[in-house]
């Protein structure tokens, strides 16, 4: 049974910068592709970004050239450094497989973008 946590979510001003982490508790966390997915108050869960065990990283238009993900494959940790944010990036953040697997989903942390 895999339990992901995620973490570093808060409020930040426009422009400025946050990093999330996302830890699992199983070794198969290492072995398989991990998103991170948001999902804004009214709106549909969007996947923002994955990452191979290899690390190559993938991202939505959206969050292209702001975002990067990463991992730490020994930790089982999966970081989303998010830069130049702006009141749009406003949403609960989810760590999740790609395809994700509805028993993986945590409670997510909310990131609100505001000054």
């Known amino acids: 049974q895999v339990q992901l946590v995620e973490s570093g979510g808060g409020l930040v001003q426009p422009g400025k910068s946050t990093t999330l982490s996302c830890t699992a508790s199983?070794?198969?966390?290492?072995?398989?592709?991990v998103g991170w997915y948001r999902q804004g108050l009214g709106e549909e869960r969007e996947l923002v970004a994955t990452i191979t065990p290899s690390g190559f990283a993938n991202y939505a238009d959206s969050v292209k050239g702001r975002f990067t993900i990463s991992r730490d494959n020994a930790r089982t940790t999966v970081f989303l450094q998010m830069n130049s944010l702006n009141p749009e990036d406003t949403a609960v953040h989810y760590c999740?497989?790609?395809?994700?697997?509805?028993?993986?989903w945590g409670k997510g942390t909310l990131v609100t973008v505001s000054s």
């Open positions: 199983g070794s198969i966390f290492r072995s398989i592709v």
């Open positions: 999740n497989s790609d395809p994700p697997v509805m028993n993986f």
